[in-house]
């Protein structure tokens, strides 16, 4: 039995909804029901939107969308390593103005989470910590550490000062309801053990010192120090409990999917799964829960973490591109509105709990004054239909049906009446007339290098200003060797910390390797053509993002650390690794600065018939004007390898399309638990074929396309689409 939700719900709804924040000076407090702005209990519905991951251009429409979607809240994390690219020198502008993306979320009526951290992990490149503070003397991450703590605590009252002077806190009259100290600690804790304790007890007492006037929380901390209060992450969180009965039980990421990895299938969750899992952490008492990611955007530059894709798309309700998501934007926009007619009820009373069956419950908000009911199916198999206070109700499996005067159905988890969108990519009929440059393949002789003996770590020599680090040396063959005469060719092998790795000889491309998420090391063991005389060996090693997220993983290497070693010489196999090597950091066309509006003028580019085609490290360029409209715009490189992509010298990302998606992308039912691994895409394809490129980024003629090929690839084949819903 039940029904669609009736025109007096949405009266009721309007009533209860339409009211914007006000710029008074509020109170924020909370008590075991909930948070509690200027003296009123409040179940709010939150999502994440990361500002770096869009542009300001894009903002307002992401936000008023998420408030169209029945969002209260926008989360959103505080990103160090933009904000400090080198000590005690900020940046703030750009994609990287908090102030403004505050602002925008103030203008629409909502409110802000600041997740300060500032330990991000976000799949975002070293976790959000800026890579020189891994060379701080005498430093250890995220432990009870001198150099670190005294890092932390500069960079937190930074931000916090900046948001106090804005006036942007609740008690200010501002936006910021809520903040966080660290990041999903828990599990670090657990694992280094007491120093772990006595750091979550300094950062805890450092965050309330800074009397920010609004909650703080930690996210998977157990044990969160009063009055901090810890927080739930994860696919579903309807048996978590806080670690006092004085705390509010607050979800703050609820998974909306999963990121992408390069050689990776794409994950997706269904939206049924998803309103299932928010109706029964409701249903137990849950008061506030957050979407991770509500719109998870772009990798643009070097952001993405190590093998994350540049798409941080995470099947969100709003697309990469910031279209909904259908029907998972409309069917949770209608779950929002029924859960705020059981608001009244919700903050009220605790719900009494009984069972309905096997696998079925009900779990009741009856006060004075209202009463809302949840009927639970927790079968992943069978509908079954029970009795309620007389009356019968069916409930499909795995879902919730949610009554908010207790009688009526006003929406079921499983039943989606919104329909759903297919997201299509129409080219533009833009032509791109190509010219290339042939990335020279360096003799270690070059301009800009040196020598040290044995091989060193990349990111200690490049410090992530480039994915790329040469490693030079000479192999000097005599005469009297006896592979010259049998053809038998030596076996080189190296030994790499990873990403990936092209190796050359004598100029010469004599293969690739790469690694994987899962095993980023890697080994290259090829027999290699040699002659007598003194014979090239260059490695070029490229990083593909740094780790952001292990234990202490500032101590993790990067590079070709080897052993390296030539087998099948006279004397046996050779131990290269403590030779003297050369190095240079970067590729020389970053030096001549092809990637920007500009570049090196006195240059010679190749254009027609000339333009390298399936050629290693090659620079390709091209000039286009903006199509007509206001459709999202994206670049196909499925024709491409590896590498990565400037339009008028913005940093599109790494594009990737060569490594093709490995997994199971069988047919995916809603019901049952899920996980990451559980619903994919794309097996066989590219992880990530499309790649964003914002419009505000472009001018109406001239434009200017620059790509950056490792692998080799066919350009012509690059093409420029509109994102549509259809």
Known sequence: MGSRLRDKGWILLVILCCSSISSVKGAVSYDHKAVIINGQRRILLSGSIHYPRSTPEMWSDLIQKAKDGGLDVIQTYVFWNGHEPSPGNYYFEDRYDLVRFIRVVQKAGLYVHLRIGPYVCAEWNFGGFPVWLKYVPGIAFRTNN???????????????????????????????????????????????GAPGKAYTKWAAEMAVGLSTGVPWIMCKQEDAPGPIIDTCNGFYCENFKP?????????????????????????????????????????????????YMYHGGTNFDRTAGEFVATSYDYDAPLDEYGLPREPKWSHLRELHKVIKLCEPALVSVDPTVTWLGAK??????????????FLSNYDPDSAVRVTFWGLPYDLPPWSVSILPDCKTVYHNTAKVY??????????????????????????????????????????????????????????????????????????????????????????????????????????????????????????????????????????????????????????????????????????????????????DSSLKWVAGSLVAKKQPLTWYKATFNTPAGNEPLALDMNTMGKGQIWINGRNIGRHWPGYTARGNCGRCSYTGTFTEKKCLSNCGEASQRWYHVPRSWLEPSGNRLVVLEEWGGDPYGITLVRRTNA
Request: hydrophobic fraction near 40%.
């Open 243 to 291: 670690n006092s009965d004085n705390k509010p039980k607050m979800w703050t990421e609820n998974w909306t999917g999963w990121f992408t990895e390069f050689g990776a299938a794409v994950p997706y969750r269904p939206v049924e799964d998803i309103a299932f899992s928010v109706a029964r952490f409701i249903q137990n008492g849950g008061s506030f829960v957050n979407y």
């Open 146 to 192: 001198g150099p670190f703590k005294a890092a932390m605590q500069k960079f937190t009252q930074k931000i916090v000062g900046m948001m106090k002077a804005e006036k942007l806190f609740e008690t200010q009259g501002g936006p910021i309801i809520l903040s966080q100290i660290e990041n999903e600690y828990g599990p670090v804790e657990w694992e280094i």
């Open 418 to 599: 919104a329909k759903g969108v297919h997201m299509n990519m129409i080219p533009t009929g833009v032509h791109f007339s190509w010219e290339s440059y042939n990335e020279e393949t360096l003799s270690g002789n070059d301009d800009g290098t040196f020598t040290l003996n044995g091989l060193v770590e990349q990111i200690s020599m490049t410090r992530d200003k480039t994915d790329y680090l040469w490693y030079f040396t000479d192999i000097t063959i005599g005469h009297d060797e006896k592979f010259l005469k049998t053809g038998d060719n030596p076996l080189l092998t190296i030994w790499s910390a990873g990403h990936a790795l092209h190796v050359f000889v004598n100029g010469q491309l004599a293969g690739t390797v790469y690694g994987s998420l899962d095993n980023p090391k890697l080994t290259f063991s090829q027999k290699i053509k040699l002659y007598a005389g003194v014979n090239k060996l260059a490695l070029l090693s490229v990083a593909v993002g740094l780790a952001n997220v292990g234990v202490h993983f500032e101590t993790w290497n990067v590079g070709v650390l080897g052993p390296v070693s030539l087998k099948g010489m006279n004397s046996g196999t050779w131990d290269m690794s403590k030779w003297k090597w050369s190095y240079k950091i970067g590729l020389k066309g970053e030096a001549l600065s092809l990637h920007t509006v500009t570049g």
């Open 360 to 373: 079925q419950e009900a779990h009741v908000f009856k006060s004075k004054s209202s009463c809302a009911a």
